[in-house]
């Protein structure tokens, strides 16, 4: 079975500067990647994904990830936030063999002026 | 468009009641999911499907039911609803090897 940790609950940061958002995984198989974003009152959307290839993802809103094998890590950077980006953040994980998503706890992101 | 829908979007019930849920699903998904979230745990997993007359349990379950009898949509039933059930519910659908798409959720409370 998959398992993913995001160790802060809350992480704030002031505009312009540059953030990262922990995210470890454990799982006895092979597994995708995912990142979303949940801003308040709404659902989730894919921020970005590692299914294979390039272990340095981008996605959505100048945010990229890393993919660490040896260190069962993909973590969430974005050189320079902005007002916008205070969300809530989900790491994912499951099985290339399944559909079924395991998710982290969040992290919440509060980017003040 | 196509889209994922809830509704409601806000319900209030009564301990004991039976309570369903509306997911429907314009993106002809095989695999459709749903999911509850609670301050500390994230999202968990109630049920899931991978297609018409399919239905699986998820790590939360209990007291929970699912049917699917159309690619489109997949309601949750709260058979006896429980002041633990407060929540809010996302439902979820994706194509086979792809990412999961979103509805905007219900929130649930039950009193």
């Known amino acids: 079975a998959q398992s993913v940790t995001q160790l802060d609950s809350q992480v704030p940061v002031f505009e312009e500067a540059p953030v990262e958002l922990r995210c470890n995984y454990s799982?006895?198989?092979?597994?995708?990647l995912f990142w979303y974003v949940q801003y308040p009152n709404q659902g989730l959307q894919l921020l970005l994904k590692?299914?294979?290839?390039?272990?340095l993802v981008k996605g959505i809103n100048g945010f990229e990830a890393e993919f660490n094998k040896s260190q069962t890590s993909f973590h969430l950077r974005k050189p320079s936030v902005h007002i916008s980006d205070t969300a809530e953040y989900f790491c994912?994980?499951?099985?290339?063999?399944?559909?079924?998503?395991?998710f982290g706890t969040g992290t919440r992101l509060l980017v003040s002026p | 468009d196509a889209e994922i829908t809830q509704s409601p979007r806000h319900k209030i019930t009564e301990t004991g009641r039976q309570v369903t849920l509306a997911c429907h699903q314009t993106?002809?998904?095989?695999?459709m999911f749903w999911y509850r979230q609670d301050l500390g745990h994230g999202l968990r997993l109630i049920h899931y499907?991978?297609?018409?007359?399919?239905?699986n349990k998820g790590e939360v379950s209990d007291g929970y039911s699912v049917s699917r009898s159309n690619t489109e949509d997949l309601p949750l039933t709260l058979e006896s609803a429980a002041s633990s059930q407060t929540s809010v519910y996302f439902c979820?659908?994706?194509?086979?090897?792809?990412?999961?798409?979103f509805g905007p959720g219900t929130r649930l409370t039950v009193l």
């Open positions: 590692y299914l294979s290839g390039s272990t």
């Open positions: 993106w002809n998904h095989n695999n």
């Open positions: 979820a659908s994706s194509a086979d090897g792809d990412e999961q798409f």
């Open positions: 994912a994980v499951r099985n290339t063999g399944f559909q079924k998503l395991v």
């Open positions: 799982s006895s198989v092979s597994v995708y």
């Open positions: 499907s991978y297609g018409v007359q399919d239905t």
